[in-house]
């Protein structure tokens, strides 16, 4: 048994099952995943990693299972799916994980493989479990996946504190020890006691404040956006995408230096000399066809924005965000011994979406001194109906005012 302290839930206690897994390569690894990836450049103190937040996660699993009376090994599953739920991120965890869906189709959260074949699969089959129940779980399949990955899971509990914490931005608090202890499972399904409508809305709240400070920042936008464009400059071409998803940050980076192609992009992110919005529309403004986009149609559209510009190719980026959502609202909570959906209960939840809805926004982002031409460009391709958002540095023109890194 080892105790580690941990700068958000204090001293955190491993054993079992997951003491050995703590040192395994996939485990380690995690050490050098960032978990907001570029939002760094916003808030420079937000430079927690995958690693203690897979600890933070098991931490709260660990409590949610005593909570729950489970035990035995059904609870070991849950404790090692906890752990390992993140070894299947890309560097960088979020801002590339497109990248490699659209190479292989394959998200964050499959797992199977990379729980067999190696120590992670030694470490369990010693402990007498199964790594491909251990990956069910890690999907949030089964009744004891939703505490993994679901509309109430630990994962949520822990990033939200912790990414709060981290950032100094105040929005992610909850109260994670009254969520854990008014869990239940209802008919298989996971839901909140009775009396507990205000604490689901504060889960809810809270995500719907950290999107748009941190998550969604611009910034954050924009670095993540030249990321993933430089990525997959990479993938395919000088890297597999199996050979990606086993990657760190530092080998991302290093391999983005590098190589021709995203040499100038990777001197950006390190120099934090980031491309500007050209175009900052909202969700009303920008025709279905657009939001609906794939990627083969959106890198068209890039092309054509280039050309009528007179700029180089790799200098627009268009980002079109998928459509607004709240998996959140879907929360189910017992009224009156009835369990029901959060988002027939509360009045916050249609409050929420709507502004979810309008804080949405797509952007077009181009190096400081063609912000003007990109911009103009962008709303004759595009079809926008809007007077776009061009910051025009050579003349001053600044549209809006916001914290580091406006």
Known sequence: MSAIKDSVHDHITVEGVAEPLLDTPPVQRLRRISQLGTAALVYPSANHTRFE?????YHLADEALGHLGIEGRQAERVRAAALL?????????????????????????????????????????????????????????????????????VDRMDYLVRDAHHTGVPYGTI???????????VDGELVLAEGNVQTAESLLLARALMTPTVYSHHVARISKA??????????????????????????????????????????????????????????????????AADHATVREHERAIADRAGVAESEVILDVPPEPSMAESST??????????LDSQSTLVGALRTANREQWRLGVYAPADETAAVGRAAEDVLGL?????????????HQTLDEYGA
């Open 332 to 341: 189910r909570v017992v009224v009156n011994g009835e369990v029901r959906r």
């Open 385 to 397: 109906d809007v007077d776009a958002l061009v910051v025009d540095v050579r003349k001053g023109i």
């Open 175 to 185: 109260d994670h020890g009254r969520l854990l202890r008014e869990l239940r499972f």
């Open 85 to 153: 739920h993140d070894v299947g991120h890309t560097p960088f965890s979020h801002n590339t994980e497109r990248v490699l869906e659209r190479h292989d189709g394959r998200s964050h959260d499959d797992v199977h493989d990379l729980l067999r074949g190696g120590e992670v699969e030694r470490v369990l089959v010693a402990h007498d479990l199964d790594p491909d129940r251990v990956a069910d779980l890690v999907a949030g399949e089964g009744q004891l996946g939703q505490l993994v990955s679901g509309e109430l899971d």
């Open 53 to 57: 937040h897979s600890l933070g996660v």
């Open 226 to 291: 030249m990321l993933r464009r430089a990525a997959e400059a990479l993938v395919g071409e000088h890297v597999s995408a199996d050979e990606f998803r086993r990657w760190d940050d530092h080998d991302l980076l290093v391999a983005l230096r590098t190589h021709e192609t995203t040499a100038g992009y990777a001197r950006r992110l390190d120099d934090r000399d980031l491309f500007k919005r050209a175009v900052w529309a909202e969700h009303a403004d920008v025709p279905e066809s657009l939001t």
